[in-house]
């Protein structure tokens, strides 16, 4: 068994940086390569660019190899065994994943094999990519002999992505070569074997020696749709608890005790169940977008997907309308927000359910004043302060004097509040929250009109003799 072996990782964005620091910890010679020599230098003192528990620690934590941060991919990918491209992978006009990048990357990667390198691709991409990583490096002349071409995807998470590596459930090799194959068992054996989980420096997770990841080997292609399908699946549980949650809306009936009805069959399961506003961030629609149109131009109508998108956009649209129900008119009122990350754990907005509504609720005549603990700064790049855009120091600075209150990210401190000081903090005591943080007997218990997802309308007895059902 060998021990410390050699990687490139290209692009330190999420997934590239996450992934590096990882393997590094696991005990190999990292090279973490980027264009960007802004993100390169701060990462060289330890920055961390993302808001990422356990990443700041991991950068900083002093080791034998320290992680080479670089700009030069071409010395970078000379002295590794394995080159992992996690560059982005964007969607293009058509919906299908922009493969501009990994080309690019291929390209320059093609330059600089002068000897057996197993090339990874980490990102999510179509099926297929492998095969056509394959064929740009041997167009720019790279002999077959010298590399191969393998599929490693990620399962992480925003927000838990270093445990979620490094505790995983499975680490999934795409690849037919056997000598591919080999080295990319290598480079997992700290944790396929459990022998990292004894080290009295492990980040704490669910594994532990006796219960490591699984290893599953598969074909390249079968690894790249194991990581699509695997997106797809779960973005199809939130949209059918979403639309579960329509049904409980419509009848009176608490959606968390029908999830935990069905989730309770392990089958089934309870993760994945929660309704809210609909999933947001950056891979879900981008991924579900690029799985249909692979599908599409293989000839398969993956009819269910667009279903899902379908329901996941209504989620959104009637979460607004319980909003303008609850408030009688939108025009001039001051709501407070809280939550503006895509889900709690990240400061990233991209794809956030938040953001778009706030935007709505902005077109519709609203001034809004924001918080959340992660994203603010984030936030202010796509929504300017001013006349209706505050930022707030905390969640009842932006209760404060509004007409409503909003809950748009499940961050678990929003479910801590102190519900006599946020009653007294509010214009009007109505809650309307989109995550189902709170209990909606306590609320109206605390003079709270509150409304939620899926669940009835909780108020004071005289409060809900003059609402509607929304
Ligand atoms: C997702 C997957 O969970 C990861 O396994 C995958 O590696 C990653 O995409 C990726 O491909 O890079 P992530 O987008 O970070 O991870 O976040 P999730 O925790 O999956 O949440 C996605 C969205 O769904 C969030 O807006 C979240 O609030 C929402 N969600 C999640 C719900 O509305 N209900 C739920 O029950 C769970």
Redesign the pocket.
């Known amino acids: 068994m060998r021990g410390s072996l050699s990687i490139t990782v290209i692009g330190s964005g ?2 590239g940086l996450v992934v590096a620091v990882c393997f590094a910890e696991i005990g190999h010679q990292v090279f973490c390569v980027d264009k960007d020599e802004a993100r390169i230098l701060a990462l060289r003192r330890g920055i961390s660019p993302i808001h990422e528990e356990f990443l700041p620690e991991l950068l900083r934590k002093p080791r034998p190899n320290p992680i080479e941060f670089t700009t030069d991919l071409h010395s970078a990918t000379l002295r590794a065994e394995a080159v992992f491209i996690a560059v982005g992978t964007p969607r293009n006009c058509t919906g299908g994943a922009d493969l501009s990048f990994v080309d690019a990357v291929a390209g320059e990667i093609a330059r600089s094999i002068d000897s057996y390198k197993v090339v990874v691709e980490k990102r ?1 991409v179509p099926v297929c990519t492998s095969d056509w990583i394959r064929q740009v490096l041997e167009s720019k002349g790279v002999a077959g002999n010298l590399f191969d071409v393998a599929s490693n995807p ?6 838990s ?1 270093v445990v ?1 590596f490094l505790h995983a459930d499975r680490v999934l090799i795409g690849a037919e070569a056997s000598r591919a194959a080999e080295i990319l068992r290598q480079i997992y054996i700290p944790l396929t074997t459990g022998s990292y989980y004894r080290r009295p420096d492990a980040v704490p997770g669910p594994r532990s020696e006796a219960s490591p990841p699984a290893l599953l080997h598969t074909s390249a292609r079968a690894a790249e749709i194991i ?1 699509q399908a ?2 797809a699946f ?2 199809t ?2 949209s059918f ?2 639309a579960i949650a329509h049904l409980c809306d419509a009848t009176g009936v608490d959606v968390e005790q029908v999830a935990c009805g069905i989730g309770a069959d392990h089958r089934i399961g309870r ?14 629609a981008k ?1 579900i977008a690029a799985f249909r149109s692979v599908a599409e131009q293989l000839g398969v109508d993956f009819g269910l997907l667009r279903e899902v998108e379908e329901i996941n956009a209504a989620q959104k649209a009637r979460f607004l309308h319980k909003v303008r129900s609850a408030l009688g008119t939108l025009p001039g009122r001051h709501i407070g927000v809280l939550g503006l990350a ?2 709690a754990g ?1 400061d990233d907005i991209r794809e ?2 938040a953001v778009a509504l706030i935007r709505q609720l902005q077109d519709e005549g609203c001034a809004v004043a924001a918080h959340d603990p992660a994203a603010m700064e984030r936030s202010k790049e796509v929504l300017p302060p001013g006349p209706r855009m505050s930022y707030a120091g905390d969640p009842y600075a932006a209760a404060h004097d509004a007409d409503a209150l909003l809950v748009l ?2 961050w678990p401190e929003f479910a801590e509040l102190e519900l006599p000081r946020l009653y007294g903090t509010l214009r009007r005591p109505i809650v309307i929250d989109g ?1 189902n943080l709170f209990d909606p007997a306590v609320m109206a218990e605390h003079g709270f009109t509150y409304l939620s997802v899926g669940r009835p309308t909780a108020a004071p007895r005289e409060a809900l003799a003059g609402l509607s059902r929304p």
């Open positions: 999420y997934v999510t990620e399962f992480l998470r925003e927000g992505a979620d990581k695997s997106n779960l973005a549980k939130i608890i979403n993760d994945f169940l929660h309704a809210g506003i609909g999933y947001g961030g950056p891979c879900f991924d895509y889900k990240t956030s359910p990210s499940d995550r």
